[in-house]
Structures are given as C-alpha cells and as structure tokens.
C-alpha cells in the first residue's frame, strides 16, 4: 500500500514535520545572526531526518556546512552530499570556527566547557526535543546566543503542519482497516 502522504516513509517516520523545522530554522538564523548564510561557516549536530534538511537548506544557501554524528554511515553521507564531517566525539577543540551551530540530538551534547569555544557572536538553534542537547543555562552565563526552536512547524507552516498530521491520521487509519 502506498502511504497517501509521500512524506510518510514505510517505517511511519513522520518526514513532513522536518521541511517546516529546517526551514524555520534558516529562518531563525537569518533573523538572529545579522550576516547572510552565505559563507558563513554552519556546524549542523546529528543527521536524521532533521538534520539532513536543514543541513541540505543551509548549504543551498551557500553556508559552509560540517555535520556532526555518531555514526560512520551518517558521516559517510554527509560527505557524499558535499558537507564537511566530524564525530559527535570530536567536538572538543572543533568549535571555535562557526558562527552557526545547529543541534538536532535529543541529548546533551553541547555542555558548558563546549559552549566556552564558541567564537563571539556565534548562534546556536537548538531544534531537539525535550530535555534539547544545549545547556542553556551554562550559555546564558556565557553570553553565548541560544534559541530553543520547539514546535517550529506548527509555528512556521500551520498549515502545511496541519496537512501533514491529517495525512499521516488517514495513512494510520488505512492501515489498521
């Protein structure tokens, strides 16, 4: 059966809600850090489904993009997309050259003493989940420039938010029928 919403994979990821979250989050930078994307050097953290757009939306923009993940194959296809790669694990030292860094993991991976070697001026946009992966109050006593993005479809495109959830009820709906 095909799924009547294309942005609904066979494993039942909800892919839709990803193209309004990586857009607001372009959105957000454009807003927020005062210069172009273009040139300017992004660091994106995790690439799943959110990570992969806004990654993808970043670059068209003309933003030197690097990804950071956890796992060789993501690394292995951020680089065949044209982005720079590193591990999650080899952040420490890494992030003194970005003035964009765009979180995407659910977990803590941006902790105080990574948040020290930020450059001045460099935004973060953290995109996860609750509990999120940044230490906002180590941010806040660094100075360092965080926006926590929740609900970005909803806020950016409610009505393509909307479609998306009505499409995957009656994908969910047809299955079970």
Known sequence: MLCKHYYVNLKGDHIA??????????????????????????????????????????AALGAQVTVAARACDA?????????????????DGALGEYDL????????????P?????????????????????DFQGAAELGVRCVWALSLPGKVAPITAGAALRDTIYNMLGEIS
């Open 101 to 112: 860094v765009v979180n995407t993991v659910p977990a803590r991976v941006l902790t105080r």
């Open 17 to 58: 809600p990803t193209v309004p979250t990586a857009e607001g989050a372009v959105q957000i930078a454009l807003e927020e850090m005062g210069v172009t994307l273009h040139g300017a050097r992004a660091l994106v953290l995790g690439y799943g489904r959110v990570g992969k757009l806004t990654a993808h939306r970043l």
């Open 114 to 134: 990574l948040l020290a070697q930020l450059r001045e001026n460099c935004l973060v946009i953290d995109l996860a989940s609750k509990p999120g992966g940044v």
């Open 75 to 91: 690394l292995a296809w951020a680089a065949a997309y044209g982005h720079r790669a590193i591990r999650l694990a080899d952040l």
